[in-house]
């Protein structure tokens, strides 16, 4: 499966970009060099498009998502990166991004070794008996998210916790829309990945 991309040669780890709604494969290139200086770069667009903005997977409402398009989406990104493997591969997303690259980890926990997830929350329930021992998670939640309910939040959370992964997580006073702390913290979480 194909998806309009950006990708910028480096080294491992390759850092997967998945933009929020309304973004393209542009916007966090210029981030991810930042914050991992000299990786290599894989950023795709979101194939759904709601009201002209690009999106990861469709939604009922807000807050209510489409399960079975998440798996599609999910599905079709997981073969995609499957074949742009080259070594260790780190997810980071922000907040439709985060969702979709959490349910990639959900769903197919053998493509990406890392996350990232900036404002993200639960997206779908995981496939049975979800491993991620050896998995490192980094999710960054504003603590006045109204886009990222506390109890959703609390859900992935367990659910990762519970799968054996390695998890930080980091509420931070705001709301759904980033900061310098943000950017901060995962500098540091990407640099120490290893």
Do not use: C
């Amino acid at each position: 499966m194909s998806f309009i991309h950006v990708e910028k040669e480096g080294s491992n780890p390759t850092l997967v970009l998945f933009h929020g709604t309304g973004g393209t494969e542009n916007d966090l290139i210029p981030v991810g060099q930042d914050l991992l200086p000299g990786s290599r770069l894989v950023s795709p667009r979101g194939k759904v498009n709601e009201h002209g903005m690009n999106r990861w997977f469709r939604r009922f409402a807000e807050g209510l998502f489409d399960e079975d398009d998440i798996r599609r989406q999910a599905s079709d990104l997981a073969d995609f990166l499957r074949a742009k493997k080259t070594g260790p591969m780190i997810g980071l997303g922000y907040s439709n991004g985060a969702n979709i690259a959490a349910s990639v980890m959900l769903l197919h926990p053998d493509v990406l070794d890392g996350l990232v997830m900036w404002r993200g929350m639960n997206p779908i329930a995981p496939k049975d008996d979800l491993n991620l021992a050896n998995k490192k998670i980094l999710m960054i939640n504003g603590t006045s998210d109204p886009m990222a309910p506390t109890h959703s939040v609390g859900v992935i959370r367990s659910t990762f916790a519970a799968s054996g992964a390695t998890l930080e997580a980091v509420d931070l006073p705001g709301g759904h829309g980033l900061t310098q702390s943000d950017f901060l913290r995962t500098k540091e979480w990407l640099t120490n990945f290893n």
